[in-house]
């Protein structure tokens, strides 16, 4: 066995083994808005509920290790005091994801990750209109554990109103737990999605993802890519060039018969067959490929 002593080991290191030992953990897909107003939205791993009466969800974005500055979230609630708390389900982790991505200060999380804003009923922070379950919060304490890159800020959050999409209830009207189909936080990359194992999401934090709003709408509004495909799509650092996407067409005996056909959707279900595989930049190509007129 490995011992380890905390006060002996880099922060980041320690965090490392804390993050692959403690899970799954559920995600706080944390919705607030700035002192402008401004719409932000992170998802968070330091998370659970932790009372029913008064019912307190609490959630944690720590200080970056790396240079000890604060998010944007923990900012915008020390501003604000009220959030929305939404569930992360497997049909927008990638999405969720994308919105994890350190955009500058006051870019729209929501519209970068392709997620619709719904207006909440008693707080100012939006909901995310694809997520099955949204909690509206008042912040009734923050509570920092410390004053260094990696220390915690516990948001103590009280439910205000819960709103619940209908299609993940039983015959009972209770959340059944397989139609809510929840994932959780592992270590590294790797996530759990219930009763189905593991599965991996590349972190997007080594680039600036283009964001899903940068996807051409022809693509972005297709009836075959799902919030999944589009939130992969949107991952990317720069799309690839003409020349190419030339290339791989030219190397592509089977792509160029499905644009030789003009068929748009037979088109897209390769480009998702790609994304299957995580392959997203051969997935790219072949969308970016010209269908003959």
């Known amino acids: 066995m490995v011992s380890i002593t905390a006060s002996e080991v880099p922060t980041a290191r320690l965090h490392g083994y804390l993050l692959g030992a403690v899970g799954p953990r559920p995600i706080a897909f ?67 994801s994308l919105a994890s991505t350190e955009y500058r ?11 619709t804003m719904l207006p909440s009923d008693l707080v100012k922070p939006f909901r995310v209109a694809e997520s099955p379950v949204q909690f509206e919060c008042k912040v009734v304490k ?15 959050s009280e439910v205000l109103k819960i709103h619940v999409d209908s299609d993940i209830l039983d015959e009972n009207g209770n959340i059944d737990q397989f139609k809510i189909d929840q994932v959780a936080r592992m270590g590294g990359n790797w996530y759990s999605r219930a009763n189905m194992g593991l599965f991996e999401v590349p972190k997007p934090v080594s680039n600036l993802g283009i964001g899903v ?50 068929d748009e959707a037979l088109l897209h279900s390769r480009a998702q067959e790609l994304l299957k595989t995580k392959d997203v930049l051969s997935a790219w190509k072949v969308l970016l490929a010209e269908i003959p007129s």
């Open 213 to 262: 709003d940068q996807i051409p709408e022809h693509i972005r509004l297709s009836n075959i890519l799902t919030g999944n495909d589009l939130g992969m799509l949107g991952n990317i650092e720069k799309l690839p060039t003409q020349a190419e996407v030339r290339q791989y067409v030219d190397n592509n005996v089977d792509l160029r018969s499905i644009l030789s056909s003009g």
């Open 142 to 156: 923050v509570e920092p554990l410390g004053k260094e890159g990696g220390a915690g800020n516990l948001i103590f």
């Open 30 to 96: 944390a919705s607030t808005v700035d002192g402008k107003n401004r719409p932000n939205l992170s998802p968070f791993s330091f998370f659970n509920v932790f009372s029913s009466n008064p019912p307190i969800l609490i959630f944690s974005p720590s200080r970056r290790v790396r240079d000890n500055s604060t998010k944007h979230t923990l900012d915008n609630v020390l501003d604000n005091m009220e959030v929305v708390i939404n569930v992360v389900n497997y049909n927008m982790v990638q999405q969720m």
């Open 105 to 115: 200060e006051g870019e729209n999380e929501f519209i970068k990750s392709g997620l």
